[in-house]
């Protein structure tokens, strides 16, 4: 079982950046895969980014593709969401979660850190 922390939240004018960090507690990190959601007020969670356990593979919607980076220091037992030209709509709460390889059940979440961009 892994707990997760993330920082790297804050305000920040559109067309900005911001790197989020999650970083894990406990010895199996490097087993999960990671992924960063994200929940605006009154929207459904929105899966932002993912990728696997040894950081070989990643995905990312359209809504973020190429404005989004996610990775993973295993060493660090830590995964990064870079945040790039930013967008007011990207306005949320961004939470990362482990998940269980080749699963869609989760094994951990964080607590969220909240993102704001203003226009």
């Known amino acids: 079982q892994v707990q997760l922390v993330e920082s790297g939240g804050g305000l920040v004018q559109a067309g900005g950046s911001l790197r989020l960090s999650c970083a894990a507690s406990g010895r199996s990190f490097s087993s999960y895969s990671m992924d960063w959601f994200r929940q605006a007020p009154g929207k459904e969670r929105e899966l932002v980014a993912s990728i696997s356990f040894n950081g070989g593979n990643t995905y990312y919607p359209d809504s973020v593709k190429a404005r989004f980076t996610i990775s993973r220091d295993n060493a660090k037992n830590t995964v990064y969401l870079q945040m790039n030209s930013l967008k007011p709509e990207d306005t949320a709460v961004y939470y990362c979660?482990?998940?269980?390889?080749?699963?869609?059940?989760?094994?951990?979440w964080g607590q969220g850190t909240q993102v704001t961009v203003s226009s």
């Open positions: 979660a482990a998940r269980y390889v080749g699963t869609r059940e989760f094994g951990a």
